[in-house]
């Protein structure tokens, strides 16, 4: 058998190797994304680049599809869903406390100073803690976080202080943690149903309301709101997550991939964020609102007490430690 012959003969035989276990170390897996927002949303977009970038890392063994506008279901049932296996991801926040209470902590009135504090939390000690919790309770696991829009006041006149708020009648969502943080502050607070808002601020029913700025424009409250008082009264996150179920199907390479992937739509989503806040506050600015500093640290300090009256006796320690941080 001559030289030539013999590496033919053991390239023939590498080839027919790969094509038998081929296919066994290299499993193709589609996932399916479920999620609340709609195409616009920097969340669906950074749900594309998740998909994009981890079909890249697995070389396409791995696709992602996305279903944006709840068409793959509500949250709770996609959670759900994740828990029985017959879904595998989802973007999903403090709807988790159902299952493992300091998921509450990703949305606690005042509890974050900025964004940057929020980050902090989030990727430090405190957010590994929550993490943990949601992936032995819930059974489902986090693998990036996106921020959202910090809530803001809009009223007809500039509020600073607290001592501005007495009397002011606002909505709020139906939410008691909300209800009482408001009153504790000297506002009339009432739960209305968010389709009522536009009309109870035009007909004077309401004089106030607090939402995320991409709401207040989409909404069109500059129609009927002049100012937006920057209380930034709720910072927060939400989580990118995985089923367990799923990942524990995945090798650790491919769990690799997936957290890659993930961090990279983080990445992403923060720039998406930051983008939208901008262009969100130019909108309104150009219909007419003006945008009020106020004194952060007098509100959060008059809100303190009613927070930590209405959050769970688990967290109580974390937000006390945040609010004195």
């Not at 996305?66 to 828990?83: A, H, T, W, Y």
């Not at 709720?234 to 090798?251: A, D, G, K, N």
């Not at 806040?277 to 150009?286: G, H």
């Amino acid at each position: 058998m001559t030289f030539n012959t013999t590496l033919k003969s053991l390239a023939a035989a590498l080839v027919a190797a790969t094509m038998l276990t081929g296919p066994a170390l290299a499993q193709e897996k589609t996932l399916q994304l479920g999620h609340l927002a709609n195409e616009d949303n920097p969340w669906h977009k950074a749900s594309l680049k998740f998909a994009e970038e981890l079909s890249s890392l697995t070389d396409g063994r791995i696709t992602v599809e996305v279903f944006p506008n709840e068409s793959l279901g509500k949250e709770i049932d996609l959670i759900n869903g994740m828990q029985l296996g017959t879904v595998d991801m989802t973007i999903t926040g403090e709807s988790l406390q159902n299952w493992a209470p300091m998921a509450a902590l990703l949305a606690v009135p005042y509890a974050y100073r900025s964004i940057e504090h929020m980050d902090e939390v989030a990727s430090g000690e405190i957010g590994d803690a929550i993490e943990a919790e949601i992936i032995e309770r819930a059974q489902i696991r986090p693998i990036a976080y996106f921020a959202r829009g910090p809530r803001e006041l809009t009223s007809n006149r500039p509020i600073t202080t607290p001592a501005d708020l007495q009397g002011l009648k606002m909505r709020v969502p139906n939410v008691p943690l909300f209800v009482d943080v408001w009153s504790a502050l000297g506002a009339q607070p009432g739960p209305m149903a968010f389709s009522e808002v536009f009309t109870s601020l035009q007909n004077g029913t309401i004089e106030a309301q607090e939402n995320p700025l991409a709401l207040i424009r989409s909404a069109s409250f500059n129609e009927v709101q002049s100012h937006v008082n920057l209380t930034d009264h709720v910072r927060s996150w939400i989580y990118l997550t995985i089923s367990e179920l799923t990942w524990s199907q995945l090798s650790e390479e491919d769990q690799a991939a997936v957290m890659e992937a993930a961090s990279r739509a983080q990445e992403y989503e923060r720039g998406l964020f930051e983008q939208s806040l901008a262009d969100d506050r130019a909108y309104l600015e150009e219909h007419g609102m003006t945008f009020v500093e106020v004194d952060g640290a007098a509100f959060q300090a008059a809100a303190k007490d009613a927070v930590l009256a209405n959050v769970n006796d688990e967290i109580k320690p974390i937000v006390e430690q945040l609010f004195g941080e």
